[in-house]
């Protein structure tokens, strides 16, 4: 199995244009041999958790949603698995949500983070409360949206579960972001077992400076792949062999 992180810098509110970015790197990514692409925390509207607030009708999406429909035909035409977050609505309120389109175009699962962190609570946003779970190519996988992943039991319950994958959308920042890919993210694949892919913003979003260094770590804690600037981290995962091993980025 090929894993792509795409890392790019959404354009603030402008959903269209980022969906148009994101399908062009699906389709990019089912070139290289990927099945599975991963996008980064609120990579649909940016990460402008306040601007959603003031306009939720118009910054929140149903999986169906008119305005993703490029990306689950991107889906459908390249054969690939996407995890898309962007904005959404539960029964409870807003939430930050991971919307996963399989390669016919239809939703596998929905994952609302369950960690939010204070600002994103200032802003309406309320907490999911199940797991994220779903298979590619025969492998479960699990979901985690960037402040989760600072809690040790997300990757814990996700290997009790007999997920081999932990697939990661987030916003780290350049000030404490190059530290917690360092440490963080290494470890949580190496105590659990896990093939961990993580789609990281680069760039400008919302009050933040992303650091980029989008990856993939083997259940080693090793980097497979990892790039600083905008574009494809791809990873080849042998989760039957344990063969593993970067690919050239793009």
Same mark, same amino acid.
């Given at each position: 199995?090929?894993? !792509?992180? !795409?890392?790019? +810098?959404?354009?603030?509110?402008?959903?269209?244009?980022?969906?148009?970015?994101?399908?062009?790197?699906?389709? /990019?990514?089912?070139?290289?041999? #990927?099945?599975?692409?991963?996008?980064? /925390?609120?990579?649909?509207?940016?990460?402008?958790?306040?601007?959603?607030? !003031?306009?939720? $009708?118009?910054?929140?999406?149903?999986?169906?949603?008119?305005?993703?429909?490029?990306?689950?035909?991107?889906?459908?035409?390249?054969?690939?698995?996407?995890?898309?977050?962007?904005?959404?609505?539960?029964?409870?309120?807003?939430?930050?949500?991971?919307?996963?389109? @399989?390669?016919? @175009?239809?939703?596998?699962?929905?994952? *609302?983070? =369950?960690?939010?962190?204070?600002?994103?609570?200032?802003?309406?946003?309320?907490?999911?409360?199940? $797991?994220?779970?779903? +298979?590619?190519?025969? =492998?479960?996988?699990?979901?985690?949206?960037?402040? $989760? +992943?600072?809690?040790?039991?997300? %990757?814990?319950?996700? %290997?009790?579960?007999?997920?081999? &994958? &932990?697939? %990661?959308?987030?916003?780290?920042?350049?000030?404490?972001?190059?530290?917690?890919?360092?440490?963080?993210?290494?470890?949580?694949?190496? *105590?659990?077992?896990?093939?961990?892919?993580?789609?990281?913003?680069?760039?400008?979003?919302?009050?933040?400076?992303?650091?980029? &260094?989008?990856? =993939?770590?083997?259940? $080693?804690?090793?980097?497979? !792949?990892?790039? #600083?600037?905008?574009?494809?981290?791809?990873?080849?995962?042998?989760? /039957?062999?344990?063969? /593993?091993?970067? &690919?050239?980025?793009?």
């Amino acid at each position: 199995m090929i894993i !792509a992180s !795409a890392q790019f +810098t959404p354009r603030p509110c402008e959903v269209a244009a980022n969906v148009e970015a994101m399908a062009g790197l699906i389709a /990019e990514a089912a070139g290289a041999g #990927a099945t599975l692409v991963v996008f980064p /925390e609120l990579a649909v509207t940016g990460y402008e958790p306040a601007a959603v607030n !003031a306009d939720p $009708d118009l910054l929140s999406f149903a999986p169906d949603a008119p305005e993703l429909s490029p990306l689950r035909e991107a889906c459908r035409a390249s054969a690939v698995t996407a995890v898309v977050n962007c904005p959404a609505r539960s029964d409870h309120g807003p939430t930050i949500t991971s919307y996963v389109y @399989g390669p016919d @175009g239809s939703l596998l699962t929905r994952y *609302d983070k =369950v960690h939010v962190t204070e600002t994103e609570q200032a802003a309406g946003f309320v907490p999911g409360t199940a $797991d994220g779970r779903f +298979t590619v190519d025969g =492998v479960r996988a699990a979901l985690a949206i960037c402040y $989760d +992943t600072s809690f040790p039991d997300v %990757a814990a319950r996700a %290997a009790a579960d007999n997920c081999r &994958l &932990l697939l %990661a959308s987030s916003l780290h920042d350049t000030e404490d972001g190059p530290r917690k890919l360092a440490t963080l993210y290494p470890a949580m694949a190496r *105590d659990n077992a896990l093939y961990v892919a993580l789609a990281n913003h680069v760039g400008p979003s919302g009050a933040f400076t992303a650091c980029g &260094l989008s990856a =993939v770590w083997g259940p $080693d804690g090793r980097v497979l !792949a990892e790039r #600083a600037d905008a574009g494809l981290v791809l990873a080849k995962a042998d989760v /039957e062999t344990g063969v /593993e091993a970067g &690919l050239p980025a793009r």
